[in-house]
Nanobody, 122 residues
Framework: QVQLLESGGGSVQIGGSLRLSCVAA????????MGWFRQVPGKERELVAS???????KYLDSVKGRFTISKDNAKNTLYLQMDSLKPEDTALYYC????????????????RGQGTQVTVSL
């Protein structure tokens, strides 16, 4: 069982930055595929970014060049640096983990945290 705890959300003005963190308990994340999702009520969730065990990253088109996913295996922590934030980035962001998947990102990550709210306003 992987326990994931996010932090770093908050309210920010357009063009601002936030860094989200996701700490994993009880498991080492170095061999996992990790991802950041976002969810807005009434809309389908979006996979914002993913990072494979070898460091390969993938991004949602709308965040390319603005968001950066990274991880620190020594700290067992996943990050999402978000720059040049826009109102459409407002959502609940949560991290997810998939153990030894054939693909990264996989169809189903299997584990997720509770999320942290990001609100971008004028």
């Amino acid at each position: 069982q992987v326990q994931l705890l996010e932090s770093g959300g908050g309210s920010v003005q357009i063009g601002g930055s936030l860094r989200l963190s996701c700490v994993a308990a009880r498991k080492q994340l170095s061999s996992y595929c990790m991802g950041w999702f976002r969810q807005v009520p009434g809309k389908e969730r979006e996979l914002v970014a993913s990072i494979d065990s070898d460091g390969t990253t993938k991004y949602l088109d709308s965040v390319k060049g603005r968001f950066t996913i990274s991880k620190d295996n020594a700290k067992n922590t996943l990050y999402l640096q978000m720059d040049s934030l826009k109102p459409e980035d407002t959502a609940l962001y949560y991290c997810a983990a998939a153990a030894l998947p054939d693909l990264c990102p996989p169809p189903d990550f299997g584990f997720r945290g509770q999320g942290t709210q990001v609100t971008v306003s004028l």
